[in-house]
């Protein structure tokens, strides 16, 4: 009996010493596993997003005290303040539009065998308005007036019947404007819009 009780005590204390090293071992994958999951965390933090008039999407970039103008500006800017109101005027000469008017020349008004969907695209200065015109005979059809985004760009996408394009060449003119200037390009490929 007494050889009973003294294997039974030796088993416990063997068995809770055997336990040791799982536990230790445990406790390491934990500290290597939060340490992954922080590097990760910290690796993937993502730009913050804006959508207003002025900036349809894109990345806000860190801008420094001495380059805060958009690289796609003129260098031929200025900036003035006023203080106690805390109002800040940023002015910058108009870039001409320039861009993919039309993702495709000749489009078909059925959708076959060319496509009747379009991208437009004006890029011009940021904070710009832009409108591109198609004319034809004396008719003129636009895409209604857009903002362009901080990057100085702006997008739409339509159809030919959107804005009632007829079979026949018309001309595509781009008109950026902003504080009072206007600014105006033409494309030098008609569009030949086919039935």
Known sequence: MLEYKIRVIKKSKRSKNSKLPYLVGLVALLVVV??????????????????DQYTKGQVNQPTSSS???????????????????????????????SGNFVSDHHPNLSGTPAPNSMTSVCNTTPGASCQISFTSDGTTKSLATEVTDGGGTTYWYWKLQDIGLTAGSWTITAKSSMSGSTKTSTDPMALVVSQ
Request: a positive charge.
């Open 67 to 97: 380059n805060s103008t958009s690289s796609k500006q003129s260098s031929n800017s200025s900036t003035s303040s006023t203080s106690g109101s805390k109002t800040t005027v940023t002015t910058a000469s108009l870039a001409a539009p």
């Open 34 to 51: 939060g340490g992954v999951y922080s590097y990760h965390l910290s690796s993937k933090k993502k730009p913050a997003l804006t959508v």
